[in-house]
């Protein structure tokens, strides 16, 4: 229906349906909001108090950023704004519906009782030959967490400097255990390499079977080869490890608002060719307009279309602007969703999610490949210069968004066969992998992950690699390199 395209709508009737009124009917209201009834419109009782008799507010704050809070103009008669807030600078922020704030987290888990949440790791780690940094010579200059400031905060930092070829450094986080049936997590962070071309970073996993298993099977799940050619090291900042699936890809656009300006920057621009988990190819574009963007998805030509179903069906594709907030539980990124249709045609009478190479049209891509590409499917506002300006969704002037795409419903005969596309597809589209650690460069840099059941630090020599066993979703984004945090990294069990 209209708007089930917005995490933010679906979210706002869940909460209602869950016992959730709306922020603005609280019975403390009247402390934080002035309400002009002369211009809303007539009959409307969506503005009332709920009193403390009905309603609790579980001791939360008053919150201005709630979905449930309605905006300054919602339901007016136009003779003016129907809500003005006590403290100014919330004025034109009430209404928000990019999606749940943090109080509305709160207040949910509150109201059920709730005493089990996704996990999330911050950085709770130590290791052997890391030191905790403000800054390195050479780059970056501070921490990826306070930027744009240049406030002293923290960060990790290995140098590949002094040490011998072989030698390795290494972290370890604390020893963690799932708390979900499905066994799901994503490793998040973002890097910084100044070093040698043939420095290398590992991220590895190491599965346990059971608390009394003290060995445990180690897998490597993804290798960072380094980029530049001075003595330098690997940064790393803003770790976080939960319980929710990697998206299939990154899209990093570095100095987001002046290539927006640029008169040489065109109107369309798109990202990488992307796969999803069961081998679908897709494309994500923006379209960049004076003050505001467009979002569109696009199916293009790939390696795995002989396999798939066509037209493409009931898939959803999700693209994110990722809030670059440190702390993931605050982050509240701008979201938008579409299911393919597979009865949708074109205008030309084809099915608009067909197969690329029998509906698209051929084009050249950024690697300089012919492929075939299917229209444009999106919506045509998705952010104003003003929203990306809300929050973190720049940092150090870059823009992050990442996509996926997901089965909206599975039939029980379906089930089976996605589970294989699944794992045929991690077990051959998975970057290709050295089953040992290469003696390259001075240092190699080596983090280690949670597995299903706890973790320990890896010793003695590196195991063989059965690159079966693990899905890789690392997509590193073509960047330049500036003297700032400046890449993002996802990797998925």
């Known amino acids: 229906g209209i708007g089930c395209g917005y995490i933010a709508i679906v979210e706002h009737e869940f909460l209602h349906a869950l016992g959730f009124y709306h922020e603005q009917s609280r019975y403390d209201r009247d402390d934080y909001v002035t309400i002009n009834f002369e211009n809303i419109l007539e009959g409307l009782h969506n503005f009332r108090i709920v009193g403390s008799d009905e309603s609790t507010t579980h001791g939360v704050p008053y919150d201005y950023l709630s979905v449930m809070h309605y905006g300054k103009d919602d339901f007016t008669n136009g003779n003016g704004s129907t809500i003005i807030t006590k403290d100014p600078k919330f004025q034109n922020l009430i209404g928000q519906r990019v999606e749940m704030s943090a109080r509305d987290v709160q207040e949910l888990n ?25 800054g390195v010579y050479g780059g970056p200059s501070s921490d990826h967490t306070n ?11 290995a140098s590949t400097g002094p040490g011998q070829e ?15 049936e499905c066994h799901v997590q994503c490793l998040q962070f973002y890097y910084y390499h100044n070093g040698s071309q043939t420095d290398k970073l590992n991220i590895w996993i190491r599965e346990f079977q059971d608390e009394w298993d003290s060995t445990g099977t180690r897998y490597l799940m993804g290798q960072i080869s380094g980029a530049g050619n001075s003595t330098g090291g690997f940064s790393i900042d803003d770790i976080n490890l939960s319980e929710l699936e990697c998206p299939d890809g990154t899209w990093q656009i570095n100095d987001f608002e002046r290539f927006w300006n640029s008169t040489h920057t065109p109107a369309l621009i798109y990202s990488p060719r992307q796969y999803s988990s069961e081998g679908y190819a897709y494309r994500v574009a923006l379209y960049l ?8 998805v696009h199916l293009v030509s790939g390696v795995y279309d002989d396999q798939l179903k066509w037209p493409c069906p009931q898939r959803q594709f999700t693209v994110q602007m990722v809030d670059q907030n440190p702390n993931i539980q605050l982050q509240m990124s701008r979201q938008m969703s579409l299911t393919t249709d597979p009865n949708l045609l074109t205008t030309t009478g084809v099915p608009f999610w067909g197969k690329p190479r029998d509906v698209g049209i051929q084009i050249v891509d950024e690697n300089n490949e012919l492929i075939y590409a299917n229209n444009l499917y999106g919506r045509y506002y998705f952010a104003s210069l003003e929203d990306i300006k809300s929050r973190d969704y720049l940092k150090g002037g870059s823009a992050i968004f990442i996509f996926s795409a997901q089965v909206v419903s599975l039939h029980t005969n379906n089930i089976k066969l996605l589970m294989q596309r699944r794992t045929a597809a991690a077990a051959s589209s998975s970057v290709i992998i050295s089953a040992t650690l290469a003696g390259l460069g001075a240092r190699t840099l080596l983090f280690v992950f949670l597995g299903d059941v706890a973790l320990g630090p890896i010793t003695g020599n590196p195991p063989t690699v059965d690159v079966h066993g693990v899905r890789f979703r690392s997509k590193l984004p073509n960047t330049a390199h500036f003297s700032a945090f400046n890449k993002m990294l996802y990797v998925a069990r």
Request: overall charge positive; some cysteine.
């Open 166 to 180: 072989g030698d390795s450094a290494w972290l370890e986080t604390k020893r963690m255990s799932p708390q979900r």
């Open 110 to 134: 509150l109201l059920y009782k709730c005493s089990k949440c996704l996990m999330i790791m911050g950085t709770s780690i130590h290791g052997n030959g890391w030191e905790m940094v403000t």
């Open 147 to 157: 930027l744009p400031s240049q406030d002293a905060g923290y960060f990790m930092y």
């Open 289 to 296: 307009r004076q003050t505001d963007f467009g979002v569109y």
